[in-house]
Every structure is written in structure tokens, then in C-alpha cells.
């Protein structure tokens, strides 16, 4: 379980769910809290590689240098997956699974402030060790609520990289499927707005 309060509180992303077929763990941690009218996330990412080509909303963000999260707010199964590049590129839907998800319309994703470390341009793939950052404000309005405060969601936070040289894809809250797969609600862990 997760407090989010009006301070900030910072966790890890480690668990190393497919050991045997993805070992690599890079460093990765967030830090979450909020105004009540916005979440204020921010992700720190140490890796021995860093890939960044996606350059517009929409496109294949886990592609690249990616960290994610997944929001059920109403804890309801209808969730929001958002993933974000090292570069601030976002992809943002919505849905009950894997399929079916809908994009969330432009506005939302221009109400959402990005600072990135990295600047943010698309410069490919650079293969050496990189430290960045992703500094995220999203209005409450993205995620369809007038606050956060009060709110008892559920949620997860991953880092991935399906195409750098050494794939990964590491979870806040632990994963228990065969292989690896990020939209499975069942594995979300609570998430209390105070």
C-alpha cells in the first residue's frame, strides 16, 4: 500500500519479476504527491543504455527508455495506462485490458506538464551508462476526477525498454505471470490520497 499525501514520498521500482529470461535491473525509483487538483510524479532512472526515438504523443513509448503508470482510480477495473519516455512522449488510454484500450483525447495530453533531464528531443539510442529524469503534474481532470484527495485507488509503476539493447521491465508492486505483461489489474497494489 501506498500513502500520497501533499508530501512527497519516493519508492523504488525493483521487482524483478522474470529473472531468468529478463535479468537486468536497472536503477529506477519515483516520487508521488499531490495538490488534491493534481498528481505530482517524478521518476529517476540510472541505465546502462538510454533509447529515445519516439518523438510525438501516441507513439510506442515502452519502445524506448520508458517509465509507466497504471491508475485504476475507482478501483473499479477501468484503468489508465500512462508511459512516459525519457524524453516526456507520452502514451495515454484507457480501458478494462490489454485490448480494446481508448486513446485519451489531445487536451489531456497537453494538461500535462513534462520537465525532463534529458531535453526533449528524440536523439536514438545512446549506449552508455545515463542517469535521467521525468518530472510528471497531471490535473486530476486527466484521470476523469474533480480531486485526489479522499481517493482510495489502485495502481503500479514499472520501468521498461522493449528495444534497447538489454530489454527490462521492472515493477513497484510484484508481477506473478509467466511472462512479462503490465495490464493485469489483478496485480495492482492500493494507493490512499490523504
Same mark, same amino acid.
Given at each position: 500500500?501506498?500513502?500520497?499525501?501533499?508530501?512527497?514520498?519516493?519508492?523504488?521500482?525493483?521487482?524483478?519479476?522474470?529473472?531468468?529470461?529478463?535479468?537486468?535491473?536497472?536503477?529506477?525509483?519515483?516520487?508521488?504527491?499531490?495538490?488534491?487538483?493534481?498528481?505530482?510524479?517524478?521518476?529517476?532512472?540510472?541505465?546502462?543504455?538510454?533509447?529515445?526515438?519516439?518523438?510525438?504523443?501516441?507513439?510506442?513509448?515502452?519502445?524506448?527508455?520508458?517509465?509507466?503508470?497504471?491508475? $485504476?482510480?475507482?478501483?473499479?477495473?477501468?484503468?489508465?495506462?500512462?508511459?512516459?519516455?525519457?524524453?516526456?512522449?507520452?502514451?495515454?488510454?484507457?480501458?478494462?485490458?490489454?485490448?480494446?484500450?481508448?486513446?485519451?483525447?489531445?487536451?489531456?495530453?497537453s494538461a500535462i506538464s513534462r520537465q525532463c533531464s534529458l531535453g526533449r528531443e528524440p536523439f536514438g539510442l545512446r549506449e552508455e551508462p545515463t542517469e535521467w529524469s521525468v518530472a510528471l503534474e497531471i490535473?486530476?481532470?486527466?484521470?476523469?476526477?474533480?480531486?485526489?484527495?479522499?481517493?482510495?485507488?489502485?495502481?503500479?509503476?514499472?520501468?521498461?525498454?522493449?528495444?534497447?539493447?538489454?530489454?527490462?521491465?521492472?515493477?513497484?508492486?510484484?508481477?506473478?505471470?509467466?511472462?512479462?505483461?503490465?495490464?493485469?489489474?489483478?496485480?495492482? $497494489?492500493?494507493?490512499?490520497?490523504?
Amino acid at each position: 500500500m501506498l500513502e500520497v499525501s501533499g508530501e512527497a514520498r519516493s519508492e523504488r521500482i525493483a521487482c524483478l519479476n522474470w529473472p531468468e529470461a529478463f535479468p537486468y535491473r536497472p536503477e529506477a525509483a519515483f516520487s508521488i504527491s499531490h495538490t488534491g487538483e493534481a498528481l505530482q510524479l517524478a521518476f529517476r532512472v540510472r541505465e546502462d543504455a538510454v533509447r529515445a526515438c519516439c518523438a510525438a504523443d501516441g507513439e510506442h513509448a515502452w519502445e524506448d527508455s520508458c517509465v509507466e503508470f497504471f491508475f $485504476d482510480p475507482l478501483g473499479d477495473g477501468a484503468y489508465f495506462n500512462l508511459e512516459c519516455t525519457c524524453t516526456g512522449q507520452l502514451y495515454l488510454c484507457h480501458g478494462t485490458g490489454r485490448h480494446g484500450r481508448e486513446m485519451l483525447p489531445k487536451w489531456a495530453f497537453s494538461a500535462i506538464s513534462r520537465q525532463c533531464s534529458l531535453g526533449r528531443e528524440p536523439f536514438g539510442l545512446r549506449e552508455e551508462p545515463t542517469e535521467w529524469s521525468v518530472a510528471l503534474e497531471i490535473p486530476a481532470a486527466v484521470f476523469g476526477l474533480e480531486t485526489f484527495s479522499g481517493l482510495r485507488a489502485r495502481g503500479n509503476f514499472y520501468k521498461c525498454g522493449d528495444r534497447l539493447p538489454v530489454p527490462h521491465y521492472l515493477s513497484w508492486a510484484p508481477i506473478a505471470t509467466p511472462r512479462p505483461d503490465f495490464h493485469r489489474p489483478e496485480y495492482f $497494489d492500493i494507493i490512499n490520497f490523504v
